[in-house]
């Protein structure tokens, strides 16, 4: 079955640090890859995507490549912001159903 | 941004009360789902339908029941609330379709707290 690894949190940084947030994937057929972000008492909200493999999924700042040779999409910021804290959420989908990781809270700190 | 809403946000009820969570969405989307978001942050599927009259199980069971009588509507009912329901809920639809990527769009969440 399809699944998401994503790297474990709190992820803790200052203001203007540079942010790596890992995620490998587990599918069959050709998946595509999200990155879903969900701030402090709201609903998850789309980040970016990707719909095939060596696209780049990119929306305010952040970046994400479709890697299929490592079975990876791995979220980076060069510059996070205090209003960058948030839980995020790699998922893949096969047409079906979404299939989310586990979340990893990053922390911002002023 | 998303038209999907969900009602209510936040909801404190007693032990053995009924309760339904409501979420409408206004964009024609024919896949609709509902999601528990346990403390740890992990998001499980509970419940999902493909259009009008159609519902089916998701990964977790669960003791909530849906139905889908109209596109836009996908109501979650809790017949007798106990403490361990106590959990956020989300709701999400999605296009269905040739085409179709996946992407899911989600309401604000229902937090219910049972006591």
């Known amino acids: 079955g399809n699944s998401v690894t994503q790297m474990e949190g709190p992820v803790t940084l200052s203001e203007e640090a540079f942010l790596t947030i890992n995620c490998t994937y587990t599918?069959?057929?050709?998946?595509?890859l999200f990155w879903y972000v969900q701030y402090p008492g709201e609903g998850l909200q789309l980040l970016l995507k990707?719909?095939?493999?060596?696209d780049k999924g990119s929306n305010k700042g952040f970046e994400a490549t479709y890697r299929k040779e490592t079975t990876s999409f791995h979220l980076e910021k060069g510059s996070v912001q205090v209003s960058d804290s948030a839980v995020y959420f790699c998922?893949?989908?096969?047409?079906?159903?979404?299939?989310f990781g586990g979340g990893t809270r990053v922390l911002v700190k002023p | 941004e998303a038209d999907i809403y969900q009602t209510p946000r936040y909801l404190v009820i007693g032990t053995g009360k009924k309760i339904t969570l409501e979420c409408s969405q206004t964009?024609?989307?024919?896949?609709m789902y509902w999601y528990q978001q346990d403390p740890g942050m992990e998001l499980h599927l509970i419940h999902y339908?493909?259009?009008?009259?159609s519902t089916e199980k998701g990964d977790l069971s669960s003791e909530s029941t849906v139905s889908r009588i109209r596109t836009e509507h996908f109501p979650l009912t809790l017949e007798s609330a106990r403490p361990s329901h106590t959990s956020q809920y989300l709701c999400?639809?999605?296009?269905w379709g040739q085409g179709d990527t996946g992407e899911l769009f989600f309401g604000e969440g229902s937090r219910l707290t049972v006591l």
């Open positions: 339908s493909y259009g009008v009259n």
């Open positions: 998922a893949l989908s096969t047409g079906n159903k979404l299939t």
């Open positions: 999400a639809s999605s296009e």
């Open positions: 964009m024609g989307h024919d896949k």
């Open positions: 599918a069959t057929g050709y998946p595509s």
């Open positions: 990707a719909t095939k493999a060596d």
